[in-house]
């Protein structure tokens, strides 16, 4: 132990503090004294001392009392306190109040330097333990903030748009994509404020305060000036909510050089295929033929037919996307149930199915294109029809909830495997549970998904494999054109 240690001696009785100077400087200790505690303040404002020896009567007040006035001050300093007698209380009170040690008269050179090297020792290992452990704090403190700092730059520069909200829908973060999607180039921080003053988009708006809650968390929002988001809103439990936005326009884009494509080659086809359906009409007519020859006509004009349908659902599907239908009018929601089951009444009875209708009296009309309604039920009801096996059940139910329908058409059939669930809504798609020599092109979920679009409502499917499928689709009362 480096013996160049200053300790300060605050001591009353002048022999004592002799006997503690001689024996500290015996043992190669810097010695400094204090006969009074203005003396003693100044000491330990200008030096560090390794340690204080306090007597219990030092200049008119109460050691124990002064010692605890300097803990409070420096908590890593010892301090020893000198009584002129053993007294268990004083010790007691002494120990309580964090002196390091006591020692009494008579003392002893050995006693005395082993108080004071016991005390020191103790000190110092207190001391390196703090180092040690604010050292440790600080590195993980250092790399906590290194992580922010990483997390901050990837926020800053990832082309999604990211705002964080709190349970009160207080701003607690948003990025810069965020901000050049709702046109905020100002510095200004946005922190703290409430997340609907910069939100004015209806539909984000509906989104964010769960106006839309029970609609899947994915919205496509579209803006005036041809901007195409795709919008997430994500509870993040203990802090509010996540709203992250991909800018989609590019892809919008692509689908629709797309789908004019589609239309163009579909009405491209629709004259050739009137002219092959009208000659293999007319073979019969214009000579005789055998049986086998009139089989294969037969086969001919069946799939003719079959191509016919698929290019005039592509015409339609390109007639809805392109949103050509601007005609609308109070629809009557079970009128067109009803029409739509009067349709299928031969498939219901043949198949024996359990076809139930719930639908409230008081609903009133919807604001929407008849003819598109009555396509989309078609489609949903049709399908329900189609692939529930002999004897199953279908189920059509209405309800209104505020300014909204909600439509759901469920049935007992195979089901969909959730793996297939995402894509039911893409064009041509079929997915694996289609039992065999079922039909069907696959457009049309594609078209009722446009039509849905159109009235600016939303569909998604929940089904278990085995037990059924629920088709929902929830419609604005004045669904206004798109
Ligand atoms: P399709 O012409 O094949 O019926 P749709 O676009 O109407 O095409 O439907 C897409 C796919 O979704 C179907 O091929 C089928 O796999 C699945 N599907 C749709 N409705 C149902 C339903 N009610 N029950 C089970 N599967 C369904």
Known sequence: MPKEDLVLLALADEQIQRLFERALAAADYRVAIASDSSALDRVLQEATPALVILSQDFSGADGVTVAAGLLERFPTLPVLLFLPQDSPEVVRKALHAGISDCLFSPLKVDDIMQAVENSIRRANRLGDWTRREVRRTTASLQQRVDELQKFDTILNHIEDGVIIVDEQMDILLINPAARRAFGIWKDESLVGKPVLEIITHPELRALVTGGLSKVSPHHEIMFEDGRALSAQYTLIPKVGAAITMQDITYLKQIDRLKNEFVSTVSHDLRSPLTAILGYVDLLERVGPINDQQREFVKRVQVSVQ???????????????????????????????????????????????????????????????????????????????????PDGGKVRIEVEQQNEQVILRVEDSGPGIPPADQPHIFEKFYRASNVPKGVGGSGLGLAIVKSIVDNHRGRIWVESVVGQGTTFTVVLPLGAEQK
Request: glycine content about 8%; charged content about 25%.
């Open 306 to 388: 079959s191509i016919t349908s698929l290019v005039n659902d592509l015409l339609e599907l390109g007639r809805i996307e392109a949103g050509l239908d601007t005609q609308r009018e109070l629809v009557p929601l079970e009128g067109i149930i009803r029409y739509t089951l009067e349709n299928a009444s031969g498939q219901i009875v043949e198949k024996r199915l359990d076809v139930a209708m719930d639908l409230p009296e008081n609903v009133p009309p919807l604001r929407g294109n008849p003819i598109r309604l009555r396509q989309l039920l078609d489609n949903l009801v049709g399908n329900a029809i189609k692939y529930t």
